[in-house]
């Protein structure tokens, strides 16, 4: 605690105000003298500025005493230059008056009168106020601010201030934005001098190899290591001395110039050799001496600051910086402690392309195996974190191979302990099931790093909405060999259990992962011993993969895992066959789907029924299920099943059952009503009306004419979270448009040819109309960039063109809209000259106005 | 002697090497090879977009049998790798001269 009074306890002064102010005017010039004394003999140096400064804060105290009262505790610190006591002549005086709650009225008074004294006097007063709320957007404050503050210091005042203001935020990040910021003004002070400390009248303060230089390179040390200026090759000493010669030489500029002045002009370089003794016969010599002097120590203050630059660590994170050979702790002590930090470690050195450090890597060793696995991720921001960890980019086989390494990942995930080392021997395998499974991330990593362009897995991937659940589902897929390599692919897929519920994954990717790992060697079995010419052999891997998502996450994990058993057995050959099979299936899952339709003898129709809620009947059910396409139930949970159930029982014609839920950034609305002319495009233009960018839905109607219609999208131009009435708005449009009393199209007009004016498609739309693959519909696939009403313009053409659409699959990757319909026209199949002229008008649509 | 070259489907290669195992034909070569035949490929759709697939994945099998048993091998792959429909595959008999053992450099009539 500081033991300054408190400008309460001392305000009252006795003395008459102009007495006060000739003795402070009188203590002022004193302190003045006493420098430019120094100065003048040549001795106005580092102790000279010292004394001075100290001066200076007893009249900076004295105006404090006298300022009057404030409503909450304050602080006054001296800032930049003032603050390292290297107080000038006609220095500014830069000061923090900092309070510890927010301004009120009496508190601007104090400020004011602690201010005025100080400009009545002729001082250049650089001020900020702030409260120490204001730390907490420390990171975001201005940036010159942020390094004059590495010099704070308290000069009255409460001095537990300044820690309360700058312990509100996260400091790494502060000196992270600082060390960028100091970068950026150096480079761009020293490029006003052409980069070059060789100048004949040298700027002192701003030239390269001055005191800005010799300031930054000491910021930068404090900022990341304060011994790092020990390490250079210029050493302290010279730096110190560096600093001593500069600062004299300054105040020789200010005392001779009688202002702010810091060029050493031809004439004040004279001046300054008399002043400092330099011997000579003749003024020419004597600068001669003085200029060399100033160009070696410029020379080293250079130099300094260039390797300040060049090796300086650079804080990274909470406790982590960057140094020499990668990412380490700052405080080991406080990270052993920590175990929740760790990933951050691990996190920081994949940013960051480069290892971690051999120092922290022995400290996650020693100290890994006193933690359980919840220790390290105890949090929900922690648990996402890990998965967001795991998304597949360059670096993070190594980093993962690190913390293997170092016992990490058997802690973290424990199922993992079970194959470290673990050597099974068969004919392909070339390495442990540890460093397979490893291996199969590098695989996948490779392929992140190929880019969509670069072959047909890797679009695969970069198509993938959650590519951290392929990851978890590689570190899984062998584990199960830990216990029995036979059944392995089962066991596995119960151990996903247990790191599902510790990492808090919803049942859905719970679902996921076990699927991956249960059936992470059928797709190899299927591609490669299986005659995929065979249609049924097809239709029954489509029915074990069921959706798209998981074929792609299967096809991509079995890619990565064949090419992780040894270099030599991914062939072409076998990525031929695996890539047909993918197709072959894909083409199964998104075309052939609508003619393998529910019945109420299906195994599955039981299953659901059975575990029914008390409000609706078994019967209910298999009547709501019966004529639905199978993959409806694949693509839906039980209580989405039932949900739908509910809602369609007695559903009278022109009655409609809309509802919005939210997961995350998206949203999905489902409708259930009975079909109608342009239904679907009304759905998908009540949504681009309100500027939603539709991203996935799937569109059923059943023979008895039941339409059960969802879509996912996201609130692009977000209106639902502006709006507290959106929803209802959203809902009650849609009812309108259905029910007639509102034209979507007319509505949409305008939007529609603002949108299609921005419009510049990337790749030319893709239309493809089959009549050959499915008995009873036409199936229309278009491939096009996605823009808004992009779904809506396609299915009103549809409709324009006398179709019925009867089931839709919707999906966006990317750029890209995947979109394919199921349509009739009258009941039947499209004629031929229907299909084409249907082709004509799509391709007229999605190619938009000449 | 005989050399017997199969080009057959990928997923029949276990079959065929369960039937020669039957006549005692152990040794073989099995390579991947890619190609076609009268089928000349297909055209394959995904995404709405037509791809040519010309070059289809079989598999090669190659044994050298004595001209004793040639028939029975042959037959025994046919029987094995059919399935009736275009792309089953083709084999090739081919008369071998003379081998010889790499290992003792023992010539084999």
Known sequence: MSESPTPAASASSGAPERDVRAVRAARLESARRELAEATARGEGGRLAHRHYSQRMDAFVQELFAAAGSVTSSVGIFALGGYGRQELCLHSDIDLLVLFAAPLEAGDEKFVHALLTPLWDFGLTVGHHVREIGDGTALDRDNAEFLLALTDARSIVGDATLLDRFMGATDMARVAARALAELRALLEARRARFNDTLYQLEPDLKESPGGLRDLFAAQAIAKLTDPTLLSQSSVGPQALDDAEEFLLRLRAIAHLESKRHQNVLTHELQERAADAMGYPGGSPRERVERLMSDYFRHARAVDRALRWALRTGVTPVGPNLVRWGDGVRFVDNRQAAARPETWLALFQAALDLECTVSDDALTLVRQHAGHFTADQFVPTPATRAALLRFLRPRPGLYARLSEMHEAGLLGQLLPEFKGINCRVVRDFYHKYTVDEHTLLTIRNLERLAEAGPEKGRFARLLSEMESPELLVLALLYHDVGKGIDVDDHSAIGARLVGGVAARLGLGDEDRALVEFLVGQHLRMSFVAFRRDTEDPEIVRQFAQVVGVETRLKMLCVLTWADVGAVSPETLTPWKEELLWRLYVDTYNHLTVAYGDEVIDSTQAAVAEVAASRPPDVTATEIEEFLKGLPRRYLQLFSREAVYSHARRSRQLSPGAIQTWLERKDQEWALTVITRDQPFLFSNFSGVLSLYGMDILRGYAFTKPDGLVVDTFHFSDQERFLALNHEGEAELIRTIEHVVGGRVDVAARLKRREEGALRRRLPRFAPVVHCDNDSSPRYTIVEIVAENALGLLYRMSRAMSESGCEVDLVLISTEGQRAIDVFHLTCGGHKLSRPQHEALTANLQRVLEGPS | ?109
Not at chain 2, 34 to 61: C, D, F, W
Not at chain 2, 75 to 93: C, L, S, Y
């Open chain 2, 1 to 109: 002697m005989k050399l017997i070259k199969s080009i057959v489907r990928p997923n029949k290669v276990d079959d065929v090497k369960s039937a020669l195992e039957k006549l005692h034909i152990s040794g073989m070569t099995v390579t991947e090879v890619r190609g076609h035949g009268k089928q000349k490929g297909h055209t394959a759709i995904y995404r709405g977009q037509e791809y040519n697939v010309s070059l289809l994945p079989k598999m090669e099998v190659e044994v050298v049998v004595p001209d004793s048993i040639a028939n029975d091998a042959i037959k025994a792959i046919i029987e094995a790798a059919r399935t009736g429909e275009i792309g089953d595959g083709r084999v090739f008999v081919i008369p071998v001269h003379e081998s010889y053992r790499i290992r003792t450099g023992e010539r084999e009539v």
